[in-house]
Nanobody
């Protein structure tokens, strides 16, 4: 079982990035998948989550209207499209399988590897 996050990088404020969370060894469509981030010196926080089944979506208030989560079941991948990026979005971003669809790290079953996002001019 593996979750591999990718797509991070350095981007200027106002720019965009698309993160990918590729699953292997299991079918991600059967799980809620969440995106979390952790900035230096801060707690890891939930950013967005998409449930299994009906695909109910959750966003943290700080990213609503700027980030979009989606899943491509044929590719066994969940995406996080991030637009209008701000310096405060700088963090390591992680994807995870969730026992319950939420933004709480307490509901995480399995953490994937992270990808660094840096927003700076």
């Amino acid at each position: 079982v593996q979750l591999q996050a990718s797509g991070g990088g350095l981007v200027q404020p106002g720019g965009s990035l698309r993160l990918s969370c590729a699953a292997s060894g299991f079918t991600s469509a059967y799980y809620a998948i969440g995106w979390f981030r952790q900035a230096p010196g801060k707690e890891r926080e939930g950013v967005s989550c998409i449930s299994r089944g009906d695909g109910t979506i959750y966003y943290a208030d700080s990213v609503k209207g700027r980030f979009t989560i989606s899943r491509d079941n044929a590719k066994n991948t969940v995406y996080l499209q991030m637009n209008s990026l701000k310096p405060e979005d700088t963090a390591v971003y992680y994807c995870a399988t969730m026992g319950v669809a939420s933004l709480s790290k307490l509901d995480v079953d399995y953490w994937g590897q992270g990808t660094q996002v840096t927003v700076s001019s």
